[in-house]
């Protein structure tokens, strides 16, 4: 993945824990998901919302539509990874995100997430809604 130019990435840390591991030692694919979900949630948060969030008497949450993740090196139990997120598309109900994995400056992994902002109501099948403008507005903050 090629270095988006724009604003700055959101960026976090995390710490490769022993169970995230295979019995190599190396972190298994499986949890680079988990970690790109958790760096989601926290840079969202950042913005003031959450990944189920009421906004104007309705109930919206963020399910995944599409996920991926490259893998370039290991990532070793006990590792520090630096993770950032950039936003690289905001659609009409729909955010994608790219992320970054590094390790003392050695790319490890790249990912991407695309979510849906979706109505969230018992008993009614869930649903695409338009992202609302503040939102988009807070997304901008990390638009690649």
């Given amino acids: 993945m090629s270095e988006p130019t724009g604003n700055a990435p959101f960026k976090t840390q995390r710490l490769v824990e022993f169970h995230d591991t295979d019995m190599a030692g190396i972190m298994h694919f499986a949890s680079f998901f988990h970690y ?5 949630h926290e840079m969202i948060r950042s913005l003031g919302f959450s990944v189920h969030t009421e906004h104007e008497g309705q ?10 993740c490259d893998f370039h090196s290991p990532a ?11 936003v690289t ?5 729909s955010v994608s995100y790219d992320f970054r994995f590094t ?15 979706c109505s969230v109501t018992p008993g009614e099948p869930i649903a695409a809604v338009p992202l609302p403008s ?3 507005e807070k997304l901008k903050t990390y638009a690649a």
Wanted: include cysteine; aromatic fraction near 2%.
């Fill in 36 to 40: 790109m979900e958790s760096a989601e």
């Fill in 59 to 68: 109930k919206l949450s963020f399910p995944r539509v599409s996920v991926s």
């Fill in 76 to 86: 070793r139990s006990e590792d520090i990874l630096d993770i950032a997120i950039r």
């Fill in 89 to 93: 598309k905001i659609g009409t109900s």
């Fill in 103 to 117: 390790c003392e400056g050695r790319e490890v992994a790249t990912g991407a997430i695309t979510a849906v902002c």
């Fill in 134 to 136: 503040d939102i988009v």
